[in-house]
């Protein structure tokens, strides 16, 4: 699958949280991110390399990804978005439902 | 033995709590996906409690994972927990032999070939669970643990849930009788009032004196009183120690009896200081030993 069915959301804007809304791509678009974080400037980057390797590892290329990070950790922004992406109806690779 | 004096729940859904559940020294973290996470939000807190598993530095805590019931949402936990190396699965409402061997083939299908075998901890809280305590016990080698969880448990009584705790009393001494029957460690029930320090205070007191061998916790404050209650005391560790030296003393000159202040020690009491011992060992409070 190249992009997803739907809209979905998954992530709070609790502390340590962060709240991902993926949205389908048109197709050949690519992975679009869009971040808002507490920590944009010393750890934007490598937030933005979590969720394009996240969505990839999954077989997406094209998906719009809405972020507000309020300071997650690796683990919890690759849990929310793939979380995001199975409501979103993507059948993902690992073996977690 | 594994130690599980404390054994606190952590929310399956709060990452923040997630992240930090191995700074508060509790014996056991619990990552729930039963009653903490609200039903919509089930599949999150599974992502989460998997990637938590795999990244997260708990420490010196064994890691548990309290999976949904049966009857709805366990099959799809254990599938996605399992394979993230968790040290045991509290099952909730086990309520016979069967519902552990129905978890324990779930569990053998999601293992990894190397894997270490999940163990379990059977949470019983219906009066029927309760009912068959001893066979859920011995239903297989993966259970090590029961766990009692009065709060369901009393609202199938239909009983009210007090802090003195009478209404559980016979409950509390049948998961304790099974659970030292069948050779497995003994739970009890939480406190479920985090700011009542002395009422928890005395209910792990009672839990102690009954014989339950650690607790259950809902807040990190709980930790430390839950700790100083199952600790074994200097008097304990010295009465051990004594009772110890007199019947390698008595081995040594021939005979098969030894007394202690004039108390005779038999073999029971032998069993005992050797527990207290080996429990101050694991806690590393032997630095005065005699």
Redesign the interface.
Known sequence: MASIAKTAQ??TL????VMITVAPGTQGSGIIIELESIVLAQYGEDIKIILEKTVKDQGITDIYIKAVDRG?????I???T??AL??AGAVLKE??? | MDLRRSMLFIPGN???M??NGGVFGADSVILDLEDAVAPMEK??A???V???L???DYGASETVVRINPLDTFAA?DI??IV?CCPDAILVPKVESAADIHQVVAMIAAAEKPDQTPVKIIALLETPCGIVEAYHIAKADPRVVALALGAEDYTAGLGAMRTKEGTEIFTARTIVINAAAAANVQSIDTPYTDANDEEGLLADTQLAKRLGFKGKLSINPRQIDVIHSVFNPSLNDIDWAQQVIHAIRKAEAEGSGVASLNGKMVDLPIVNRAERILHLAELLGLMGGEK
């Open positions: 998954a992530g609790e502390s340590s949280d997650a950790l690796d683990c919890t690759c849990a929310r793939l979380a199975s409501r073996e977690i439902i | 709060n990452p923040g997630l992240q599949d999150a599974r992502f989460l998997a990637q938590a795999r990244t997260v799809v599938k996605a394979p």
